[in-house]
């Protein structure tokens, strides 16, 4: 089993930017497909973005593509999401989760960090 803490959320202006992170501990880092996922108030779960294990791929929802990147460095057991161009609709829990694949995280298996809250101000 992997370990995730979420770190890097906060209250930001629309238009601003800021960087997630996520740090791993158990289990080998390198191994797992990594994503983000985001819960707005009221809303389910939601997936952002996911990367292979290596960092050759990656894949996003339509609501953040062009404005979000994830990327992942193996050595720092950490993987990240930066987010560009903030909007409200972008405010939500976000939370980190590991799985034994792509597939995986965008089903919503695997484990799951406790989340960090992003709030985008109008």
């Known amino acids: 089993q992997v370990q995730l803490v979420e770190s890097g959320g906060g209250l930001v202006q629309a238009g601003g930017s800021l960087r997630l992170s996520c740090a791993a501990s158990?289990?080998?880092?390198?191994?797992?497909?990594m994503g983000w996922f985001r819960q707005a108030p009221g809303k389910e779960r939601k997936f952002v973005a996911a990367?292979?294990?290596?960092?050759?791929?990656?894949y996003y929802a339509d609501s953040v593509k062009g404005r979000f990147t994830i990327s992942r460095a193996n050595a720092k057991n950490t993987v990240y999401l930066q987010m560009n161009s903030l909007k409200p609709e972008d405010t939500a829990v976000y939370y980190c989760?590991?799985?034994?694949?792509?597939?995986?995280?965008?089903?919503?298996?695997?484990?799951w960090g406790q989340g960090t809250q992003v709030t985008v101000s109008s």
């Open positions: 990367i292979s294990w290596s960092g050759g791929t990656t």
């Open positions: 989760a590991a799985g034994e694949s792509i597939a995986t995280i965008q089903k919503g298996l695997g484990s």
């Open positions: 158990g289990r080998t880092f390198s191994v797992y497909a």
